[in-house]
């Protein structure tokens, strides 16, 4: 388990990484008359997703499974894979990247990089990580009860970010 412990703890860094980023484009994007909507749920999405990661390390501790590599590899795949792409979202997006919904008015819509085949692309780097993360270790009960808990806020999050979208910004 101990590759594994490293593998979460990486993607913790990979997370905090990103918070990084989104201070910084919050203030740039604050500071250019940007609106943030959706901070009800925004504390939500932070426990959420700090309460995978914790999970994704206990449940291999409290209810020890084998590794199995039919699984555990092609879901490591999974997760890489929805590294490159929440990273291709934030280079494409740049400072208008953000983990809280920040609007400016006027700003057009992106339609570069995986904007141009998906409206939301973050949020498929962000449910093939809840879904893949823990069963690279047959972490299937997290796995199951974070897939289904991300689900029910991205409902919530993703109405959001579309009226917001709706509200402030312009087609290109």
């Known amino acids: 388990m101990p590759w594994y412990t490293l593998l979460v703890l990486a993607v913790a860094a990979e997370r905090v990484a990103e918070l990084v980023v989104a201070r910084r484009n919050a203030s740039w994007t604050l500071a250019r008359s940007g609106v943030e909507h959706g901070r009800g749920h925004y504390p939500v999405m932070v426990a959420l997703h700090t309460g995978l990661l914790a999970c994704c390390l206990l449940e291999p501790l409290l209810a020890p499974r084998p590794f199995l590599p039919a699984l555990g590899w092609p879901m490591l795949t999974l997760v890489l894979l929805a590294q490159a792409l929440r990273w291709w979202c934030i280079t494409?997006?740049?400072?208008?990247?953000?983990?809280?919904?920040?609007?400016?008015?006027?700003?057009?819509?992106?339609?570069?990089?995986?904007?141009?085949?998906?409206?939301?692309?973050?949020?498929?780097?962000?449910?093939?990580?809840?879904?893949?993360?823990?069963?690279?270790?047959?972490?299937?009960?997290?796995?199951?009860?974070?897939?289904?808990?991300n689900a029910a806020l991205l409902t919530v999050r993703v109405r959001c970010e579309n009226a917001a979208l709706a509200q402030v910004a312009v087609s290109a």
């Open 92 to 149: 494409t997006l740049g400072r208008y990247w953000n983990t809280r919904v920040i609007v400016v008015p006027g700003t057009r819509l992106v339609d570069a990089g995986p904007y141009r085949f998906l409206r939301h692309p973050n949020y498929v780097a962000v449910v093939m990580e809840i879904t893949a993360l823990p069963l690279v270790h047959s972490a299937w009960l997290t796995a199951a009860v974070f897939t289904a808990a």
